[in-house]
């Protein structure tokens, strides 16, 4: 989307509601993504290239649209060979914390899509984005995680804060899905005792026998 056209988007159409936007085959900076406003539903996904850059241009459409209740975010997998992980893994702590710098007050997203390397890492960052407690479905791109720590074996890659979803915290949270089985993630939906509706894709793991036995303590 090049920036002439998000203007004539935004002056033709200004009750837009809905914007995806997808960079795919090379980082180009959406320049014209931050004029959109009171949005409703935002997906940024595929981000490369300058990710300070991409997360200042999120943060300003966050914070003209607080009315906001769908978000998804992720990051192109080969960002991971062009930047340094730091950029990458600490990407949503720092939208929160940018989010809340800009004055931006606390969303109400009743669901929130995290894709690779956006995984949420900082239990005290989170609230400044959106109140957990209105979330009704959320998605974690959790094999992003496990590729930092496991596959390539980087040492100080801060965990998923899973505990930011527990039942406590999240009241109306019905469904969750993930696509990495990881201990720790079992331990977190070992936790909920009301229905929630969980999906595992598990395609490329390697151990099918931790998602069967993640399925039976839901029976």
């Not at 990458?88 to 007050?105: A, H, I, M, T, V």
């Not at 505990?163 to 009241?171: L, T």
């Not at 977190?188 to 395609?203: M, Q, S």
Request: aromatic content about 12%.
């Amino acid at each position: 989307m090049l920036e002439s056209i998000a203007s004539t988007l935004r002056n033709h159409c200004p009750n837009i509601e809905t914007i995806n936007v997808s960079q795919i085959d090379q980082p180009r900076f959406l320049k014209g993504t931050s004029l959109f406003k009171n949005l409703r539903e935002f997906n940024y996904l595929n981000l490369g290239g300058n990710l300070v850059k991409e997360r200042a241009r999120i943060v300003q459409v966050l914070v003209n649209s607080p009315l906001l209740e769908h978000l998804g975010l992720s990051i192109r997998f080969s960002a991971f060979n062009e930047l340094p992980w730091e950029q990458c893994s600490l990407f949503f702590r720092e939208l929160c914390n940018d989010y809340q710098k800009e004055g931006g007050l606390p969303l109400r997203l009743k669901s929130l899509y995290l894709g690779d390397f956006t995984f949420p890492t900082c239990r005290a960052s989170f609230p400044k984005l959106t109140d957990v407690s209105c979330i009704e479905q959320i998605h974690i791109e959790n094999d992003s995680h496990w590729f930092l720590c496991e596959t390539q074996g980087i040492l100080g890659v801060p965990p998923i804060a899973f505990d930011i979803f527990e039942p406590e915290n999240c009241p109306r949270l019905r469904r969750f899905t993930a696509n990495y089985n990881s201990e720790e993630l079992f331990c977190f939906l070992r936790k909920f005792t009301r229905p929630l509706a969980v999906f595992l894709d598990t395609t490329h793991q390697e151990d099918p026998e931790a998602t069967d036995m993640l399925l039976r303590t839901f029976d």
